[in-house]
């Protein structure tokens, strides 16, 4: 036999104790209390490298000289930060490429060239709108490709000015690589620019408006039967002063 069973309805009293209990779990959550750190509210540490020392006794503080230190820095050791190019300098130089590890070979060496050139290709990427569109001209290999080429650090200054307006179809490896294997072209949809394509799509769109007029039809009607009258025109003269002469 089914037994039917009625919604509990709570009254008024029990949904206002319901939600003062809410509330009153929210405000009694315990808060983490932590210990003032200097090293990340006071700019003083900006720029260093830091360590916390350990320190016996807490009342050296009150020897703290202001006019010679910042009294944040009590019981920091701080040591100030070394710019990149000084530490690539100082690990490409003291590293030599045929004795170091892969990982340093690719940091000393081939990252210090590369990075520049992934950085470059992003913003290049984002002008052309990659970032935007399923589908555009930029290829990437081949900027990269162009890029490391042009800004080669192992080769002479005068080398490096010719290579500065050098094309990727002119580089002698990518040239002869385009021979043995050419590229289809690309379609018109991605060479175009914006403007040149809404050039495009309204003469297209003027000239079938154009032609959708009843009198154009009937003009264009015309051509075509005067063309196919007129078809092989020069072929009918002859014929025609050949038997002209015959008679």
């Known amino acids: 036999m089914p037994v039917l069973k009625i ?11 319901h939600e003062f209990a809410k509330k009153r779990s929210v405000q009694d959550k315990k808060d983490d209390i932590q210990e003032f750190d200097p090293s990340k509210h006071s ?93 555009t001209a930029f290829n990437a290999c081949d900027f990269l490709t162009t890029f490391l080429y042009q800004n080669n650090p192992f080769v002479d200054e005068t080398e490096a000015q010719t290579r500065k307006s050098i094309t990727l179809n002119e580089i002698p490896f990518a040239k002869e690589w385009l021979e043995l294997h050419p590229r289809p072209p690309l379609p018109k949809s991605l060479i175009w620019t914006e403007e040149e394509a809404v050039l495009k799509l309204q003469a297209f769109y003027r000239g079938y408006v154009v032609r959708r007029d009843p009198e154009v039809q009937e003009l264009r009607q015309w051509q075509k039967e005067l063309r196919e009258e007129n078809q092989n025109i020069n072929q009918r003269v002859e014929k025609f002063w050949s038997d002209e002469t015959k008679i």
Not at 86 to 114: A, G, M, Q, Y
Request: hydrophobic share 35%.
């Open 7 to 17: 919604k509990e309805t709570k009254n008024l009293w029990e949904e206002i104790c």
């Open 43 to 135: 700019a003083v540490f900006y720029g260093f490298s830091f360590d916390k020392n350990i320190l016996d006794d807490e009342s050296l503080i009150k020897d703290v000289d202001a006019s010679a230190s910042h009294p944040a820095c009590f019981g920091y050791s701080l040591e100030k930060f070394m710019p990149k190019s000084s530490l690539n300098n100082s690990k490409t130089s003291t590293k030599d490429k045929n004795e170091c590890t892969e990982r340093e070979f690719i940091e000393s060496f081939v990252f210090p060239t590369l990075l520049p050139a992934l950085e470059q290709m992003l913003c290049e990427a984002k002008s052309h709108k990659c970032f935007e569109r399923k589908r």
